[in-house]
């Protein structure tokens, strides 16, 4: 029964795909409302404070459901569609987000010091490395660079995984964009794994975008059933798309060159939350604070400033990452480095372009 599921999954990528979304969806969407409700009874909410953009009490470990559902619906299809070497990385990817998820929870119900979690995304990314030796060993020739040394390939990796963590973690900040953000990198990650017939890439690809869709939904209405994602949610998501980045940009691992200049595409997908948090920490750093001190100067903010509800935000960064990501395509050129910042260059101009252009408009 089981060699006969392997046989046809592994013959219908799509239905496996579908399948496995939709269970993780049903799974989580069946959750989340509880991890609401218990949360609420129990006090365990985001209490509003000068700068929050909700006025009520709203439960915050979303991130609770998504990984149940995520973390269950992967294991079960990894138990017979993955191979020993594959099921050796998955179990080390859940060996390491223990401690990340273990980190979230207690800083959503307790709190957690910058400086501990930062400890925490930077031991949990090295015990992912250690375990499966699989980290970013090429520059694919971006600036000149081709195959990295060792040691500064393990440094290089790290310092990845901490930047795409911290960078998703700081567009959680109205409702929907965290997740939808996720849901276009991940689709992504999941087209590439199609292509290059990794399984255990597609299991856990479509494991969490079906978690994040179920989790969509209860963020973005206004009931008792609303949640948030809460740090629990962007930590583990955050390490996961680390995860599918390093996989897809180690040489070793992701052998197969279905994609030319790789980094540029990864950095295309990133582009919002990169772009963000860097202009978010230039500003904290000129004003003389602390980069990890939370503000309201980040671009979601200034759309909500301009009269844009939480959705009409979400759906106006969308768009934007939608229109970097296709132009990183139409503007391909063989040669990675004027591809790369034919691409910087579109991505650092066109949101603000877009939100001045917009403020105008309205005016």
């Known amino acids: 029964m089981i060699d006969s599921l392997f046989i046809f999954f592994l013959d219908n990528i799509f239905i496996l795909s579908v399948l496995v979304i939709t269970l993780s969806f049903l799974m989580s969407y069946r959750t989340l409302p509880v991890i609401a409700y218990v949360s609420s009874i129990k006090n365990l909410t985001a209490k509003p404070n000068e700068r929050s953009s909700h006025k009520n009490k709203?439960?915050?470990?979303?991130?609770?459901?998504?990984?149940?559902?995520?973390?269950?619906?992967?294991?079960?299809?990894?138990?017979?569609?993955?191979?020993?070497?594959?099921?050796?990385?998955?179990?080390s990817i859940a060996a390491s987000l223990v401690i990340v998820f273990s980190a979230g929870i207690k800083d959503d119900i307790i709190g957690l010091s910058p400086k501990l979690k930062l400890f925490v995304e930077i031991f949990s990314s090295f015990i992912f490395i250690l375990l499966t030796d699989i980290r970013i060993d090429s520059f694919y020739g971006l600036f000149g660079v081709y195959d990295i040394p060792i040691i500064a390939s393990y440094f290089y990796t790290i310092f990845v995984f901490v930047v795409i963590i911290n960078s998703y973690n700081l567009t959680d900040g109205i409702d929907g964009l965290a997740a939808s953000i996720a849901i276009i990198i991940l689709s992504f990650f999941l087209y590439y794994f199609i292509n290059v017939h990794s399984i255990l890439g597609i299991i856990s690809t479509c494991s969490m975008l079906g978690g994040i869709l179920a989790f969509l939904r209860f963020n973005i209405i206004n009931n008792k059933q609303k949640i948030f994602m809460g740090d629990v949610g962007t930590l583990v998501i955050g390490y996961v798309l680390a995860v599918f980045t390093t996989i897809i940009l180690s040489s070793d691992f992701s052998s197969i060159d279905f994609i030319p200049n790789k980094p540029v595409y990864i950095l295309t997908l990133f582009a919002y939350p990169f772009l963000d948090t860097l202009r978010v920490f230039i500003i904290r750093g000129i004003s003389g604070k602390s980069p990890f001190v939370a503000d309201k100067n980040h671009f979601h903010h200034k759309l909500l400033k301009l009269g844009f509800s939480h959705v009409q935000s979400t759906a106006f960064i969308v768009l934007y990452c939608l229109i970097v990501i296709s132009c990183s395509f139409f503007l391909y050129d063989p040669h990675i480095l004027k591809h790369f910042l034919s691409i910087l260059v579109l991505s650092i101009f066109l949101l603000p372009f877009m939100i001045w252009l917009t403020s105008k408009i309205k005016n």
């Open 58 to 91: 709203i439960p915050h470990l979303g991130g609770l459901g998504v990984s149940f559902g995520a973390f269950f619906i992967c294991a079960f299809f990894g138990s017979f569609m993955l191979d020993n070497n594959e099921m050796s990385i998955l179990l």
